[in-house]
């Protein structure tokens, strides 16, 4: 599957440390998000970009920095993380982003450890 | 807030019985409702939706039924198989917004 493709897969960092995850979509779509899933929780939107612009801003810490250079990639950078945001942190991208009821396609997620 | 409840969080059937997995959403403006199914370790997956003006939608073994009164929406899988074992999450995306809010996941396990 070559859609939505997430890199690193998995990564371990420590509270000091920073890292960066990228996105990228191979679909021609213009919207790509940010969601976090955590053990026995909902997924969470963390953050959504529509053309490059964002549009959305989950009220997510400052130690988590979005990035969009263009509406193929997403990047989210990290840094001073706590033990508590380890989780999966999904990419996912949508044909607009602007209008209800779009599908969303997800990426395998980047499996992130806090030490 | 805007919230989506998902029942049960842990679903053990049979091979060849059927399964339900139940949503409520709070959101009456909510006029978007898809299904993914998560296998362990890898990506959500569509595998059905269904919008507002629809009571009813069907493809092959799974059906996914939405009664907007009662702000309930549920999956149904008919003849249930080992693959379909895995994680099925429920979405409901409001009016005019992109945005989904996610059911907390439905563990299904087909037992042989």
């Known amino acids: 599957e070559t859609g939505v493709t997430q890199t690193p897969r998995h990564l371990v960092m420590g509270m000091t440390n920073k890292k960066s995850l990228k996105c990228e979509q191979h679909?021609?779509?213009?919207?790509m998000y940010w969601y976090k899933q955590s053990a026995k929780k909902p997924l969470e939107l963390m953050f959504v970009y529509s053309l490059e612009e964002r549009v959305e801003n989950n009220s997510v810490p400052s130690r988590f920095s979005p990035e969009c250079p263009n509406s193929s990639h997403l990047f989210l950078h990290l840094h001073t993380l706590q033990p508590e945001d380890s989780a999966l942190y999904l990419c996912a991208s949508s044909q607009e982003g602007r209008l209800e009821g779009e599908t969303q396609y997800f990426g395998p997620g980047t499996r992130l450890l806090v030490l | 807030g805007e919230n989506v409840e998902q029942h049960p969080s842990t679903l053990s059937v049979q091979e060849g019985d059927s399964a339900v997995i139940k949503c409520t959403y709070s959101d009456s403006a909510s006029n978007y409702f898809p299904w993914y199914k998560q296998e362990l370790g890898k990506r959500p997956q569509l595998i059905i939706d269904?919008?507002?003006?629809?009571g009813e939608k069907k493809d092959q073994r799974i059906a996914v039924t939405l009664n907007k009164t009662a702000k309930h929406f549920s999956l149904h899988i008919t003849e249930t198989q080992p693959e379909d074992s895995a994680v099925y999450f429920c979405a409901a995306a409001g009016s005019g917004t992109y945005k989904y809010i996610f059911g907390t996941g439905t563990r299904l396990k087909v037992l042989a």
């Open positions: 679909l021609g779509h213009n919207a």
């Open positions: 269904i919008r507002s003006n629809v």
